[in-house]
């Protein structure tokens, strides 16, 4: 018989306060925020809600001629840097994911790969910009790199973790079924290993996002890295705080559609 | 002191002084032997015996997941290979939950070499078979326990294997469930007419469902008891064919030998 999930009532009476709560947390963040800049009234440290809400107006229009900032416009800053997180995530995701396959299946290599990914892991990403820059120069290749070398490890751990970990009893079923070795990895490790890959990608996404902006720190306009850092150079305060409201708020929304996606794709996460 | 087995491939399952013991050196745990034992095809043999007295293993070995220590065990005259020639149901369902319940049947069938169009047709035909009707759609968590349950009994009929083994598959269903679930594989399996092994720790259950039963001995386990149940296959309404004299006389026998058996020591 289908049974209705029963945490869908609830969440659905939760919700509505949540939302309520949320805004309210908001709503006195920004007045904080008023407050404090009013009080210092040093623009270029703290710019005020107003300077920041009407220097987004600025970067968002052609104004006098100068078109956002530095010739484009903000929408245009942050999607060049999405694009970038795209393809180095997406590199990034399926390299982790072929890694981390072969290092839950072969003994072996995890024996002598494992280390190498955990030392990459640990590295910031800025620690190799400069090599990759040495050996790719300046334009697209080293920031697409950086991305994927950074979204690599996350994929990589959490799949091999989860193809290593694969139930016995699932396995043992598909075995008993006449499935081949083959078989057993595609019908049934892998899906397995679905919900703890997703956790792995969404935190691939999580640190390309957070390394875009050290990936635009040579050559980085357009995109929304290198327009903060250039508007840090010449302390445009409230441009750096619109660049990183539009950091943030996209990072959320993307999570938001990520969570979605796993949803979607991944009805049994939790069911059984 | 033991002659070669008879591979005769009328019998579905051949079992020559078998011994299994897992582990080695100090930590070796001898679980079930030395035994000898054959299943004639289209019989449904039901194993008896207490909690770790080695029924899983015994299974085990006829499934192909072990190797024995020593003897031999053939299926229909062959070593024994996963996934070769035996459907097998666990005390757990093990159904994929990220296949919808016509999903699990399909993957059975793709394995068994069925082609598209023919499994397409067999998954409803299947599920009627176990007492299902419109649940092909529907995802794992939708239908309860016992229901998943003839789900995997239906997928370990799928790919028409000879033989079908059966390790305490209603052990953790509700009484009122498993017993609905003991008259439908009784029905079943005489439609089907494959031969069962089927592994249990319920007297009753052995009686109702076995055409004959072996009672195992504490572990290792050895065969305490061997006997047929000659109560018909058809013809009789669950509750009639409990409700016979010899019936009662039955349970009473394997009780007691079950009882005797707890008792014992295989060796
Ligand atoms: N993989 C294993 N390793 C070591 N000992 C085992 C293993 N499987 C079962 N045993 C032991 O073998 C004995 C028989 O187990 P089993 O065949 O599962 O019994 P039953 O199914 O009758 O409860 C038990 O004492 C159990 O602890
Ligand atoms: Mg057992």
């Given at each position: 018989m289908y049974r209705k999930s029963p945490d869908q009532p609830v969440s659905r009476r939760r919700a509505v306060p949540r939302f309520a709560v949320r805004t309210l947390a908001v709503l006195v963040l920004l007045g904080l925020w008023q407050a404090v800049a009013m009080a210092l009234d040093n623009p270029s440290f703290i710019p005020a809600p107003k300077a920041v809400a009407d220097r987004l107006l600025l970067l968002s229009t052609t104004h006098d001629g100068i078109r956002g900032y530095s010739g484009s416009l903000l929408i245009e800053h942050l999607g060049v840097s999405l694009r970038r997180i795209l393809i180095g995530s997406v590199i990034g995701v399926v390299g982790g994911l072929v890694l981390g396959v072969v290092l839950g299946t072969v003994p072996w290599i995890r024996i002598v790969a494992e280390p190498v990914v955990t030392f990459v892991r640990a590295l910031p990403p800025l620690a190799y910009f400069s090599l990759l820059i040495i050996w790719f120069?300046?334009?697209e290749t080293p920031k697409l790199w950086l991305l994927a070398i950074a979204a690599l490890p996350p994929v990589a751990v959490a799949t091999a973790a989860a193809v290593h970990g694969a139930p016995t009893d699932l396995v043992e079923a598909a075995k008993a079924l006449g499935a081949s070795r083959r078989q057993v990895i595609q019908d049934v490790v892998l899906p397995n290993a679905l919900p703890e890959i997703f956790t792995g990608v969404r935190l691939a996404v999580g640190i390309a996002y957070s390394s875009v902006v050290a990936a635009e720190?040579?050559?980085?306009?357009?995109g929304i890295g290198g327009m903060v850092r250039d508007a840090q150079r010449y302390l445009q305060t409230d441009v750096v705080v619109v660049g990183l409201l539009a950091i943030g708020i996209s990072g959320l929304l993307i999570d938001g559609i990520l969570r979605v996606a796993e949803k979607r794709l991944i009805p049994w996460r939790g069911r059984s | 002191m033991s002659s070669p087995p008879?591979?005769?491939?009328?019998?579905a399952v051949h079992a020559h002084e078998v011994e299994h013991v897992y582990?080695?050196?100090?930590?070796?745990?001898?679980?079930?032997?030395?035994l000898s034992l054959e299943v004639p095809q289209g019989s449904f043999l039901v194993i008896v015996g207490a909690?770790?007295?080695g029924k899983s293993t015994l299974l085990r070995l006829i499934a192909g997941f072990e190797q024995p220590t020593s003897g031999t065990v053939r299926t229909g005259g062959d070593q024994p290979v996963p996934g070769k020639g035996a459907g097998i149901v666990f005390q757990?369902?093990?159904?994929?939950?990220?296949?919808s319940v016509g999903g699990n049947i399909e993957l059975a069938l793709r394995y068994a070499g069925v082609p598209r169009e023919e499994r397409a047709r067999q998954i409803p035909e299947l599920l009627r078979r176990v007492g299902?009707?419109?649940?092909?759609?529907?995802?794992?968590?939708?239908?309860?326990g016992g229901q998943q349950q003839r789900v995997a009994i239906a997928r370990a009929l799928?790919?028409?294997?000879p033989l079908l083994l059966l390790d305490e598959?209603?052990?953790?269903?509700?009484a009122l469930t498993r017993e609905r679930l003991q008259e439908d594989l009784r029905r079943v399996s005489a439609e089907t007419g494959r031969t069962s092994v089927f592994v249990t720790h319920s007297v009753e259950e052995a009686v109702f469902l076995g055409s004959r039963v072996v009672v195992l001995t504490r572990r290792?386990?050895?065969?305490?008891l061997d006997l047929d149940i000659?109560?018909?296959?058809?013809?009789?309404e669950p509750d009639e064919l409990r409700a016979l004299p010899e019936y009662a006389a039955l349970r009473a026998t394997v009780s007691q030998a079950v009882r005797t058996a707890a008792a014992l020591r295989g060796k």
């Open positions: 120069g300046i334009d720190t040579v050559n980085g306009v357009p | 008879d591979l005769d491939r009328a019998t582990g080695g050196g100090r930590d070796a745990v001898t679980a079930l032997g030395p909690s770790g007295c757990q369902p093990r159904l994929f939950p990220w296949k299902l009707h419109d649940v092909a759609h529907r995802r794992i968590w939708q239908i309860s799928a790919g028409d294997n598959p209603f052990a953790a269903l509700d290792p386990g050895r065969i305490a000659p109560l018909p296959r058809t013809g009789l």
